[in-house]
């Protein structure tokens, strides 16, 4: 399945049916429950390779998910989502990552937001053993700025 954009209801269809394994595998999400009218969200979007989604998962608890609790509390973004679902060929990716920035001045900076992020002493790097790239075949990023629904 190609994802050729984020329409507001394919992105709820998808995050909810994700939801209950995100919750199953512990993963993080964190940040505000409210979106603003100006938030721009980044979606990647990660096909595993077989038997590597548990170190992935690994990883993003250890490492992604870290850099965006400091990002979090420097006001660098508003909220962050770790999805997994059951790996299959059908979907065409198994973990979605999925970042609020505040406006489309704040995702501009990202690099330059993460990059200070890696060189503070806010954040350690946790060492898995392997890239993570070595554990993906497929990777793709969206990114939309209209939110259609959501909690309140």
């Known amino acids: 399945m190609r994802w050729k954009g984020v329409g507001g209801a394919v992105l709820v269809v998808v995050v909810s049916t994700a939801c209950e394994q995100a919750s199953e595998a512990g993963l993080r999400e964190s940040g505000s429950s409210e979106s603003s009218p100006e938030s721009v969200w980044a979606i990647d979007l990660v096909r595993t390779l077989p038997g590597g989604q548990s170190l992935y998962v ?31 060929s059908v979907r065409g990716w198994d973990v979605m990552l999925i970042t609020e920035y505040s406006d489309s001045t704040a995702f501009r900076n990202r690099e330059a937001i993460f990059e200070s992020i890696f060189e503070s002493p806010d954040y350690e790097r946790f060492d898995i053993g392997v890239a ?16 259609v629904a959501g909690s309140r």
């Open 132 to 147: 993570s790239s070595e554990l993906r075949d497929f990777f793709q990023s969206e990114v939309t700025m209209k939110s």
């Open 58 to 88: 690994e990883n993003i608890e250890r490492n992604w998910a870290s850099a965006r609790d400091v990002a979090l509390s420097r006001g660098a973004i508003r909220s962050y989502r770790a999805l997994v679902a059951p790996r299959d």
